[in-house]
């Protein structure tokens, strides 16, 4: 695991604490969304999709800080809508690291390079960079030609300015796992920290609502992709939450463990799913029917959902909240995950003709089901 | 299996292969009847799911043109509210159910009409006229 010592002691004594303490619900990371304005028009997201003045509105930097002190998070992921577009971007990145949260800084690095002097290089500070694969898969899927180049210059100065960096990569249907394994080849070269990786969700509000996979086919696509690793590959998640993602856990959601705090509110009752707003985190954590959403609610809009959003903070739990999970996460950070079944899947699984279109073209080969 | 299930088995859920998407429902320019209390409730359950600005003519003869983000539904009309942004207010504000005369969906649906295989024709064709740095881009804030 890439996750530097630091950062997981400071999880770690959190869940204790929490855990000592007996309470059932608690966050792990403030999903932290300043604006929802962005620079691209990524056919797989639901977040974008406003009216002009809701696009033009965006949180204080003081509101910002009242959210992660209220739910009280050891780390802070600022997505979005793109980050680097907020005027007083800088400002919210130094006042939550000068408060010691572990801040993930999302954006689709367009605007990185020439803003990166702009901040300082800190244990606390990762740049989070939305990376979908290797070039023409990730400008397809991100409906921008150049998109890829430009990321990457963006990733390379960053890594040699000494920032955190971890790409940051969501799967929909039809991606080639071997591709998916050489991209990580391609960004631990470049020097990265680790490689964040989730499959997609299915906003409904998304322009592309043919793609999203479901439960059966992620866990074969991420046993082709996990299986049989490199030793030079290194993620910045919990391995356990790559184990669910391979098939080899059942977790069920904790989607009060990435709380969002938007210009709505407090987002109910999850980062993905929009059900309502109060103005608490209390509120939010009161009021929510948290029994109506995640995979054991039977609910049709968390069907296919296996984002680490929702599955991570429970594999983060498990990890630190006993001395079973914590080996497991020993165990699966030193595994190579050996897989002849897995290895004979990934050679079976034809690459696409069509490279430029290989969001959009469906597997000659479906991947067979594995041990899920 | 379609989206409109509302509730899958555990086993179902693990099966599943492809997740249904959802179908939008277009809602743009509609002004839908409310003759009853249920009508009320479900004009304003889309509308909070709306991504486009409504109007809502209350019953004073106020007309509000507005974002609604969020609503709560109790027991009685008098009960419930909806929470909106206005294009010229910088702040939240609520009105109760019980005050609205009429809905109409007259802003822009922003989720509407930019479909994956819009995507696919247009970069196709420009990619066979030749065209580079082909992209969508987002629209335009004025």
């Not at chain 1, 608490?280 to 959403?293: G, Q, R, S, V």
């Not at chain 1, 609910?299 to 599955?311: E, F, L, R």
């Amino acid at each position: 695991m890439a996750v530097p010592i630091s950062q997981m002691w400071t999880v770690a004594t959190y869940v204790l604490k929490k855990r000592m303490s007996g309470e059932k619900r608690y966050p792990l990371v403030l999903m932290l969304e300043p604006l929802f304005r962005c620079n691209l028009a990524c056919a797989g997201c639901g977040k974008v999709q406003y009216p002009p003045h809701i696009l033009k509105k965006q949180l204080t930097p003081e509101e910002c800080f009242a959210a992660a002190e209220e739910c009280g998070v050891p780390m802070v992921a600022i997505p979005g809508g793109e980050p680097l577009l907020h005027p007083q971007i800088v400002e919210i990145v130094n006042g939550l690291v000068a408060r010691k949260k572990y801040v993930y800084m999302c954006t689709n690095a367009l605007e990185l390079k020439k803003r990166l002097h702009e901040f300082t290089p800190s244990k606390y500070l990762t740049f989070s960079v939305h990376l979908d694969g290797q070039r023409d898969h990730h400008d397809f899927s991100v409906c921008r030609e150049g998109g890829y180049d430009i990321a990457i210059e963006g990733i390379k100065a960053a890594v040699k300015a000494g920032f955190r960096v971890t790409p940051n990569s969501t799967f929909f249907d039809g991606t080639d796992p071997n591709s998916v394994r050489a991209h990580f080849d391609e960004m631990m070269a470049i020097g990265v920290e680790g490689i964040v990786l989730s499959p997609g969700y299915s906003y409904d509000k998304a322009p592309d609502q043919t793609h999203f996979m479901g439960r059966a086919r992620v866990r074969r696509l991420f046993r082709a992709i996990l299986s049989n690793r490199k030793k030079s590959w290194k993620f910045n998640m919990s391995p356990l939450f790559l184990e669910f993602l391979m098939g080899d856990r059942n977790y069920d959601c904790t989607p009060w463990g990435s709380p969002a705090y938007n210009i709505f509110g407090w987002q109910k009752p999850c980062y993905l799913l929009q059900d309502g707003y109060v103005d608490t985190f209390k509120e939010l954590m009161e009021t929510t029917k948290w029994e109506e959403y995640g995979v054991a609610s039977g609910n049709a809009k968390c069907a296919n959902c296996m984002v680490s959003c929702g599955y991570e903070p429970t594999a983060v739990i498990d990890g630190f909240g006993s001395m079973s999970g914590f080996w497991s996460m020993v165990k699966g950070t030193f595994s190579m995950y050996k897989d002849k079944h897995a290895l004979k899947l990934l050679n079976e699984s034809a690459p696409h003709g069509a490279a430029k279109l290989v969001q959009i073209a469906k597997p000659e080969h479906a991947l067979e089901e594995t041990n899920a | 299996m379609s989206a409109e299930v509302l509730k899958y088995t555990r086993e179902q859920i693990e099966e599943m292969e492809v997740a249904p998407g959802f179908a939008h429902e277009n809602l743009e320019g509609w002004i839908p009847e409310l003759a009853s209390d249920e009508d009320v409730r479900q004009a304003l359950e889309k509308a909070f799911d709306y991504r486009g600005d409504v109007s809502l003519t209350l019953k004073n003869g106020d007309v509000i043109e507005a974002y609604i983000f969020n609503r709560f539904t109790g027991n009685s009309l008098a009960e419930s509210w909806v929470q909106y942004f206005t294009p010229k207010a910088l702040d939240k504000r609520k009105v109760s159910y019980v005050e609205i005369a009429r809905v109409e969906f007259t802003g822009k649906d922003r989720a509407a009409g930019k479909h994956w295989e819009d995507w696919v024709a247009k970069y196709n064709e420009k990619k066979a006229a030749g065209e580079k740095n082909i992209a969508l881009v987002p629209d335009k804030l004025d």
